[in-house]
């Protein structure tokens, strides 16, 4: 059975920083990619990042030079650290293997 949990989300002041996580189990996680989404209220699910198996990484132009997507395969863990956090990233953040498989999110709050 395939599980997604992630963690780490919580309430933080703007310009704040917070690194969500998200554990995987039940497949084979080194040779996927993965991905963590965002879906604020009243809006449409929009990726943010992404890594590939080898490493490589790509992000939504909102994002870009404030989060960073890292894996640990030996974990079976991937990670979004977020820094200079705004109120506009105030959303629930979900990893994801593409195509397949969801967590059940992590609600950050970015809010003074």
């Known amino acids: 059975q395939v599980q997604l949990v992630e963690s780490g989300g919580g309430l933080v002041q703007p310009g704040g920083s917070l690194r969500l996580s998200c554990a995987a189990s039940?497949?084979?996680?080194?040779?996927?990619?993965m991905n963590w989404y965002r879906q604020a209220p009243g809006k449409q699910r929009e990726l943010v990042a992404v890594?590939?198996?080898?490493?490589?990484?790509n992000y939504a132009d909102s994002v870009k030079g404030r989060f960073t997507i890292s894996r640990d395969n030996r974990k079976n863990t991937v990670y979004l650290q977020m820094n200079s956090l705004k109120p506009e990233d105030t959303a629930v953040y979900y990893c994801?293997?593409?195509?397949?498989?969801w967590g059940k999110g992590t609600l950050v709050t970015v809010s003074s």
């Open positions: 039940g497949i084979m996680f080194s040779i996927y990619a």
């Open positions: 994801n293997v593409p195509s397949s498989y």
């Open positions: 890594i590939t198996s080898g490493g490589i990484t």
